[in-house]
């Protein structure tokens, strides 16, 4: 399980991180650690996670992203300890964010030794070194880059220092909560005040890493083709339930057997319910208002035989719905594709009334923390609010383009309920001709057995009263 440094990282590629003129190399571990510093750096700074991962050289990529998840997991337990062994951190935001790495790797690698019968489940996706690997190395990714060259021996001095006073040290840091749980204070404040019974719970589960879900395409296939094809590749997989597939361990997609075929898609658990929860059947007029990357449009198409507009403001994610219709075999002539303001009906809609709407909203997404532990760093207090009114926005002006007797399902990726609950209660009260039908309302991802487990969701189904 140990991994132990430069022998783990076997792929051989032309990048050498701020060294161009040496020749290519195998990347070590250190090369790893400095990518990762470099990331948790634009995120500290208010970049998303996916997007600095997309600018590290493909070569580094899946090292640095597990390393990189794994710090966001353990981030506000890295500050609070750096905070107690560092009294005045140098002005210079990446060797504070080297910092912020390497004691979460460190402490991980600790934390593993000092397990005499480590878990498996715990362990699978986390990126566990030899501590004296990690400091050797963390020491190196330190000397390779000109402006942390000077701070080589106070990252030495506070990684070592560390292992001497671990325990002490651990148990002073986590005085604060954002220690315990990870999580910024307003976020811990506002679950707890949701969630009164299960706020502890909740945190902690935003910090395991979700399964690798799939949705079978049954267009294409079936989920006894595709658990055959998972089992002769040697891919550990169980059926969850209906068209969903979980891997035990997540891997890139174009090592799973079928993916180039258009058998299936990565889509969570919850997610895959927004398909089934639309009352859709064929030759009905559909529109899935924020369509993009187009996983439940998918869905849509490949449960019935529907006319379906796909609409999203963001046109480059708008090419994935494209993508992705293309790869599953779903593109055809009764799909159309507009990059529109769904809250501004006047500049999409033909006036034809739709027989049932998808409206998948944007939200602080943080129903997804599991999967994009970044995000609950980025998100601030004050989001819930703008996003509550922009939903609002949304669903209110997409009521008007539902035919009588039609449905619209509200959906979000958001355990807060702004987004959930109120939202759905507030749009029944300034709409009388809403009526609420069943629908799961809101799942909370608490799954103990991370096989089955899910996303948070909220779903709400409305039918549009004849
Ligand atoms: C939760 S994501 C949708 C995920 C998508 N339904 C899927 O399953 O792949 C929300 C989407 O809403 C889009 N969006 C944001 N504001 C919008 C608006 N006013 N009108 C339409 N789409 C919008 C975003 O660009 C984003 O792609």
Redesign the pocket.
């Known amino acids: 399980m140990i991994k132990s440094g430069e022998n783990e990282l076997t792929q051989v590629v032309a990048f050498v991180p701020n060294t161009p003129s040496k020749p290519s190399r195998t990347p070590t571990l250190s090369d790893t650690i400095l990518a990762s510093a470099q990331n948790v750096q634009a995120v500290l700074a208010g970049r998303s996670l996916s997007d600095s991962l997309a600018a590290t050289p493909a070569s580094l990529r899946a090292s640095t992203q597990s390393v990189a998840f794994h710090v966001m997991r353990r981030l506000g337990l890295a500050r609070a300890v750096k905070q107690i062994l560092v009294q005045r951190t140098p002005p210079n935001p990446l060797f504070d964010a080297l910092l912020l790495v390497s004691l979460t790797l460190l402490d991980t690698a600790l934390e593993y030794a000092d397990e005499a019968n480590p878990d498996p489940d715990k362990w699978r996706q986390a990126p566990v070194y030899a501590v004296h690997t990690v400091v050797d190395q963390a020491v190196t990714a330190a000397g390779s880059q000109h402006r942390m060259r000077n701070y080589k021996a106070l990252l030495n001095g506070t990684l070592r220092g560390f292992i001497r006073e671990r325990s002490a040290i651990l148990a002073q840091a986590r005085e604060n909560p954002e220690a315990v749980f990870n999580h910024p204070a307003w976020w811990i404040a506002q679950v707890r005040r949701s969630y009164p019974q299960q706020w502890q719970d909740l945190l902690h589960a935003a910090n395991v890493p979700g399964p690798m879900t799939l949705r079978v395409n049954l267009r294409q296939t079936t989920v006894a083709q595709v658990l055959d094809a998972l089992q002769a590749a040697h891919i550990p997989a169980i059926h969850v339930r209906d068209e969903a597939i979980a891997l035990l361990t997540p891997r890139p997609v174009n090592e799973v057997p079928g993916f180039e075929q258009g058998w299936w898609s990565v889509q969570d658990l919850a997610?895959q319910q927004?398909g089934r929860l639309l009352p859709i059947q064929p030759g009905m007029r559909v529109l899935?208002?924020?369509?993009?990357?187009?996983?439940?449009?998918a869905h849509l198409l490949e449960r019935a035989d529907v006319e379906l507009l796909a609409?999203?403001?963001?046109q480059v994610?708008l090419e994935r719905v494209a993508q992705n219709l293309e790869r599953l075999h779903l593109n055809n002539s009764s799909v159309s594709l507009c990059c529109?303001?769904?809250?501004d009906v006047s500049a999409w809609w033909d006036g034809r009334p739709f027989d049932a709407i998808?409206a998948?909203?944007?939200?602080t997404a943080s129903g997804v923390v599991r999967r994009h532990p970044d995000i609950r760093w980025l998100r601030r207090a004050a989001d819930i609010t703008k996003t509550a009114a922009?939903q609002r926005s949304?669903v209110d002006a997409l009521w008007t383009t539902v035919k009588p007797g039609g449905h619209l399902l509200y959906a979000?990726?958001s355990i807060f309920p702004q987004e959930g609950e109120q939202q759905a209660e507030r749009f029944s009260s300034r709409h009388p001709d809403a009526v609420r039908l069943a629908a799961p309302g809101q799942w909370l991802p608490l799954e103990k057995d991370q096989t089955v487990s899910h996303d948070g969701f909220f779903y709400a189904l409305f039918a549009k009263m004849a």
Do not use: E, F, S
Not at 311 to 314: E, M
Not at 360 to 363: E, F, G
């Open positions: 997610a927004a899935d208002a924020c369509a993009a990357p187009g996983g439940k449009t609409l999203d403001t963001d994610r529109a303001d769904a809250a998808l998948d909203v944007p939200c922009l949304i979000t990726c």
